[in-house]
């Protein structure tokens, strides 16, 4: 049983000025931009579609524009793309969009089929039908199946592809919607099942049902035919806690029942539910990251822990007998223990094994364990490349020892293939992904910066085979730094036909902030020391400069969610650096962010303004306070989703409207659908994909 996932996720003011909270709230009032938070008033919508229509006149108007949306389409469209499956009862499931399937298709086959070229698929719902025949614009949030028969299906649904749903049972064997089904109402939250005829339910009650980061504070219990007043009450927690739900482990002999209370993001408690109805906490750290398979507890520290006379440090992974911990006992196997360059990427359970996934320098290794009377034997998983990134997941932990495994990097077209673990066989190639780009005019490096306290920070560089160290290169360097997400090297058609194609560099960053190196490295730039991260990614940019690869006026940055706020912050304290900003779905006001939707969630990894002493240190990261109209910026782009619940789309069109207001040379493009990943759609994709390319290219292009 995996950790019950947590989601993600995603006023002027000069340096050095104190503000307390009352004062800090008089600020937020008096902002003359803050009408355009009311995100579909029609006001604003009017000042969107102006602006939209000034980008796009600027921008999509040109035969060169349409040529690379139309390509761009064609990549995301394509049907060679791997069609990534998962397996339930016999058959291998797929979600499918592609030009003749706007919106997509579930669909499912056979492995035996599946390993054909071609092979023929069994259509199980028609999103795009399914529109059309509802007058709605669904988008497609997952399916849900309940085990042996796997015919019964919860599905989620969202409008437009907000994280909010709605969901629906559906009927597999008769391709329907089951009538007097399971149902729950559009909202943050979801159903899941315990068996036939009972669902675990967490979404909005109503009044006072929600925690102040919009996500569901109560779990109940409904059965079949009850309405949702009638369920059971399973957990209630509190307002300011963040994410309250439920879940049923249906592994055959280890049936057994959770509630998961996150309180923040990596602050989370696991309770095991009894049939009696009582909840038994499972007594490990907050911060660690607790999962139950079969048998064994296994623990990921996010910080070191002492117990049973021992300490065991953070990043490491630890293994206890289930029952003998909830039993007392606290005896542990250490199944890995970060060094100073490797972090724990992922581990993952076959029927007999466990595969674990290391990171060293931002480069994969798999081990394979295997639990014994002896101990945990140790080997390696036959016929895995030494270079590109390498994920795996299990096909069927319960009934077989199969892997998946996809083999990628920046030029190299993903590759899917299916490995038996314990076994000396190598691993079956399935599919290989199509080259989208001609990638042999490149090759991919990577260098390591110094940033300002010293820290050496890894980027990666995708260059020009025949470079010229002279400064002239356009490139485009992208970055993340938050919540603990890694940036691994990854094939993408679109950077690739965009970019990398017409002699552009492309580069990744590394920084702290991001899960390169474990918890250690996204826990040096929390709060306080968000900065670190700004000068970790500042230092990449000054490297990039220093070594000749480009210069301010042919270097481009992006970035997106909080990786839009990295780049907003880029642009306010380090403008003279680069030539081009691209901003997608950020967060910029973080005098207000946590006021704003899902904001409230993220306190603990930016801090909370209300805090006298808290807003001292986040207005020193905060873009939409940070600018000051007196100075020079580079040419920007902001780009966002009015369907964004996640991250709110008032950040973007209030630092737009400051921007545009004081003269500088800025855009704005607002998809009205698309939800948090800013498309809905592979066409919206293109094109907001064609828009910032094209952007960059204008601006940095020699």
Not at 206 to 211: R, W, Y
Not at 349 to 365: G, S
């Amino acid at each position: 049983m995996s950790q019950l996932s947590k989601l993600c996720l995603a006023a002027g003011i000069a340096a050095g000025l104190s503000m307390g909270a009352a004062s800090a709230q008089e600020a937020a009032v008096s902002d003359p931009h803050q009408w355009l938070e009311a995100v579909t008033d029609e006001k604003a919508l009017d000042w969107v579609r102006a602006q939209n229509a000034k980008s796009e006149a600027e921008l999509a108007a040109t035969p060169e524009f349409k040529q690379l949306e139309s390509d761009l389409l064609g990549i995301y469209d394509s049907d060679d793309k791997i069609p990534a499956v998962y397996k339930q009862g016999e058959w291998y499931y797929n979600f499918w969009r592609d030009r003749n399937h706007e919106r997509g298709i579930w669909r499912r086959t056979t492995l035996e089929e599946y390993r054909k070229p071609q092979p023929q698929w069994e259509t199980v719902l028609d999103l795009d039908a399914l529109n059309k025949a509802e007058g709605e614009n669904w988008v497609w949030h997952g399916a849900s199946c309940l085990r042996p028969a796997y015919t019964r299906c919860l599905i989620a649904l969202s409008r437009g592809g907000a994280d909010a749903d709605v969901t629906r049972e559906f009927d597999v064997a008769s391709k329907s919607w089951v009538e007097g089904g399971f149902f729950r109402e559009e909202a943050k939250g979801a159903l899941g099942w315990i068996d036939q005829d009972n669902v675990y339910v967490y979404t909005d009650f109503g009044d006072g049902s929600l925690t102040s980061s919009g996500y569901p504070r109560i779990v109940k219990q409904l059965a079949r035919g009850q309405s949702m007043d009638q369920a059971t009450l399973v957990y209630e927690g509190k307002p300011d806690d963040m994410y309250i739900a439920a879940m049923h482990d249906d592994t055959p002999g280890f049936e057994r029942d959770y509630v998961s209370r996150t309180l923040a993001f990596y602050n989370d408690e696991l309770y095991l539910r009894g049939a009696d109805g009582q909840l038994t906490k499972i007594d490990a750290p907050n911060s660690a990251n607790k999962s139950v398979h079969h048998d064994w507890l296994m623990l990921e520290l996010r910080e070191a822990w002492e117990v049973g006379g021992r300490t065991y440090p953070a990043g490491s992974l630890l293994a206890a007998n289930f029952d003998a911990f909830m039993g007392g006992k606290r005896e542990f196997d250490v199944l890995f223990e970060p060094s100073e360059t490797t972090s724990l990427a992922g581990a993952t359970w076959t029927k007999n094994h466990l595969v674990i996934n290391v990171l060293e320098d931002v480069k994969n290794k798999l081990t394979v364990l295997t639990p014994g009377a002896n101990g945990w034997a140790r080997s390696a998983l036959a016929g895995v490349p030494e270079l590109g990134t390498v994920a795996v997941s299990a096909v069927d932990s319960d009934e077989s020892d199969a892997v998946w495994m996809t083999v990628t990097d920046y030029l190299t077209p993903s590759t899917l293939m299916l490995a038996e673990v314990g076994g000396n066989s190598s691993p079956e190639t399935l599919k290989t992904m199509p080259a989208f780009f001609d990638a042999s005019t490149h090759e991919v490096e990577q260098h390591f910066a110094t940033s300002k306290d010293g820290t050496r920070v890894p980027y990666f560089l995708v260059r020009p085979k025949d470079m010229q160290l002279d400064g002239s290169n356009p490139t485009l360097l992208y970055g993340y730094g938050g919540f603990e997400i890694s940036l691994t090297p990854g094939y993408s058609g679109g950077v690739g036909k965009g970019w990398l194609e017409k002699g552009g560099v492309y580069a990744v960053a590394n920084i702290r902030g991001g899960g390169e190196y474990g918890p250690r490295w996204h826990q040096a730039s929390l709060k306080q020391n968000r900065h670190k991260a700004y000068e970790d990614f500042a230092a990449v940019a000054q490297d990039m400069i220093q070594r000749k690869i480009t210069s301010p006026a042919h270097l481009g940055i992006r970035g997106g969610s909080n990786g839009g706020l990295l780049t907003g912050n880029m642009l306010t304290q380090y403008p003279e650096l680069f030539g081009a900003v691209v901003i997608q779905v950020p967060l910029l006001d973080m005098q207000r962010y946590h006021k704003l939707l899902a904001g409230a969630s993220w306190m603990a990894e930016y801090g909370n303004p209300d805090k006298p002493e808290e807003w001292e240190f986040i207005r020193t990261f905060s873009p939409y306070h940070l600018f000051d109209p007196a100075k020079d910026y580079p040419p920007t782009l902001i780009l966002t989703s009015t369907r964004d619940d996640r991250v709110h789309p008032g950040h973007a069109r209030k630092m737009m409207a400051k921007m545009s207001e004081a003269g500088k040379d800025v855009r704005y493009y607002e998809n009205i659908e698309g939800g948090h990943g800013g498309a809905a759609n592979n066409r919206q994709a293109a094109h907001m994909d064609a828009l910032y390319l094209t952007f960059l290219w204008q601006q940095l292009g020699k």
